[in-house]
């Protein structure tokens, strides 16, 4: 069983632009959430979606949004970029979206604006 | 609001020996779950160990155990007979659902160094 796809695994991109990252969960998992890990902050949390609908949203400016499709990839978005949006961006997957279901990441995206 | 603090920015022990990981949190709900998550070096989180709030026995999987003291809110990873491969960073999380909000919540983790 294939685990949680991220792509791409390094990116760099220059301030004011936009960039997305892209997430396909274990097959049969429907939810799907997003984090943002950096050494000063840790691991936030930005958002989950569970059947296409965003379920919980983290503490984030509207410049980071997300989306999830029928077949339960989800993409996130980041627009007009800032030095501070460079980090590891982990998507995670579960079964269904319930407390006890366990959560299984991804490798991550890692961020690099200049 | 709910917060999970790991005290512990950084540890090292030598190989074979037992470490335990603080980790303390704060939170009104009485229905919860907590976990203890591995990052090694390529990045994976890797779910280590799990306890529901509302079981009174420690979670046990092969070298990892815990010391969950619910009054306390204390949830503290126990790691015997430590192995190289355990070298990674350790985070302490938390998962309620509050007002159908159920977002896990991560400390700022331990990174643990196994030396030979």
């Known amino acids: 069983k294939a685990g949680v796809t991220q792509t791409p695994r390094y990116l760099i991109k220059t301030r004011g632009q936009q960039v997305t990252l892209s997430c396909s969960p274990i097959?049969?998992?429907?939810?799907v959430s997003w984090y943002q890990q950096t050494p000063g902050q840790g691991l936030q949390f930005l958002f989950e979606?569970?059947?296409?609908?965003?379920?919980n949203k983290g503490n984030f400016p509207g410049r980071f949004s997300g989306r999830q499709f029928s077949n339960s990839r989800s993409e996130m978005n980041v627009s007009t970029l800032e030095l501070g949006d460079s980090a590891l961006y982990l998507c995670?997957?579960?079964?269904?979206?319930?407390?006890?279901?366990?959560?299984?990441f991804g490798q991550g995206t890692r961020l690099t604006v200049v | 609001a709910q917060t999970v603090t790991q005290s512990q920015p950084e540890m090292s022990v030598q190989e074979a020996e037992t470490v335990t990981l603080s980790c303390t949190y704060d939170t009104s709900e009485s229905n919860y779950y907590l976990f203890w998550y591995k990052q090694p070096p390529s990045r994976q989180m890797i779910l280590v160990i799990r306890?529901?709030?509302?079981?009174?026995q420690n979670a046990t999987e092969n070298r990892f155990s815990v010391n969950f003291q619910k009054a306390a809110k204390s949830f503290s990873l126990k790691i015997s007979d430590s192995q190289l491969g355990d070298t990674a960073m350790y985070f302490c999380a938390f998962r309620a659902r509050v007002n159908r909000d159920d977002k896990i919540i991560f400390g700022k983790g331990t990174r643990l160094h196994i030396l030979p």
């Open positions: 097959s049969g998992h429907r939810s």
């Open positions: 306890q529901e709030a509302y079981k009174q």
């Open positions: 995670a997957s579960s079964f269904r979206q319930d407390v006890n279901t366990e959560a299984f």
């Open positions: 979606y569970f059947s296409e609908t965003q379920r």
